[in-house]
Nanobody, 117 residues
Framework: QVQLVESGGGLVQPGGSLRLSCAASGIIFSIYAMNWYRQAPGKQRELVATITSGGRTNYADSVKGRFTISRDNAKNTVYLQMDSLKPEDTAVYYC???????????WGQGTQVTVSS
């Protein structure tokens, strides 16, 4: 049974930092691309950051220079370090594991991030 369990969300003031974690089980973690998505109320889910199995990273323009995605294959965990947070970063953040062939796609349950003073 595949499980992706996010943690680390919460309430933070603008300019603050949070570190999200996503622990995976039931998959060969090292071969999966790992993604962080977010969904704000009334908006579509958007891709925030990606890290490939080889460690290459990519970011949405809105978070470049502020967010950092990383992975620890020994711990089957992907992280999202979020710095200089803004109110517009408020959303539910979801962890996603993706493998191309055969197609496999798994999601976590989400963790709430609220940026407010």
């Amino acid at each position: 049974q595949v499980q992706l369990v996010e943690s680390g969300g919460g309430l933070v003031q603008p300019g603050g930092s949070l570190r999200l974690s996503c622990a995976a089980s039931g998959i060969i973690f090292s071969i999966y691309a790992m993604n962080w998505y977010r969904q704000a109320p009334g908006k579509q889910r958007e891709l925030v950051a990606t890290i490939t199995s080889g460690g290459r990273t990519n970011y949405a323009d809105s978070v470049k220079g502020r967010f950092t995605i990383s992975r620890d294959n020994a711990k089957n965990t992907v992280y999202l370090q979020m710095d200089s947070l803004k109110p517009e970063d408020t959303a539910v953040y979801y962890c996603n594991a993706n493998f191309a062939r055969p197609a496999s796609d798994f999601w976590g349950q989400g963790t709430q991030v609220t940026v407010s003073s």
